[in-house]
């Protein structure tokens, strides 16, 4: 298993222990692996205040995007130019480097930004999910407080 499909089995479970068993046919949240009216083991998830689906994923969305704040993929890569190269002197007025690209190369600008989130995701540092790009530390620290709640 990959780093992320192990994040994403953390992000199940945790999905599974914010969540109830509804069973649909009664229309109720149910305690238990069987509903004990119906005997249905075909639950769906019901997040109290937020709603009643199938599946884990929603629940997951919910998560990432009300516990957590994506990164700013332009401004991670500024920082990464400007870390990397030396202030540009045009005449008598210094620019960093991040500056002149944007400006001169708004395309590549972009493009090296994604890359960047991209990179950093294949590394274990983000997050992917849903197009947006999450601090796997955050991430992290969001499952363990879950997991020991
Ligand atoms: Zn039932």
Redesign the pocket.
């Known amino acids: 298993m990959t780093d992320r499909q192990i994040i994403h089995g953390r992000l199940q479970e945790a999905a599974l222990k914010i969540t109830d068993n509804f069973?649909y046919?009664?229309y109720k949240v149910?305690e238990g692996q069987y509903?004990p009216?119906?005997r249905?083991d075909d639950f769906m998830r019901h997040l109290s205040g937020v709603g009643v689906e199938y599946g884990t994923e929603w629940v997951i969305e919910h998560l990432l995007t009300t516990r957590l704040t994506p990164v700013d993929g332009e401004e991670m890569f500024e920082e990464l130019l400007d870390e990397c190269y030396p202030e540009v002197k045009i005449g008598e007025i210094v620019y960093s480097v991040s500056q002149v690209l944007k400006k001169m190369d708004p395309l590549y600008f972009q493009m090296g930004a994604s890359e960047n989130l991209q990179h950093l995701a294949d590394d274990g540092v983000l997050y992917e999910y849903g197009g947006e790009y999450y601090q796997m530390s955050d991430l992290e620290e969001m499952l363990d407080n879950i997991e020991s709640a």
């Open positions: 069973c046919s009664c149910v509903c009216d119906c249905t």
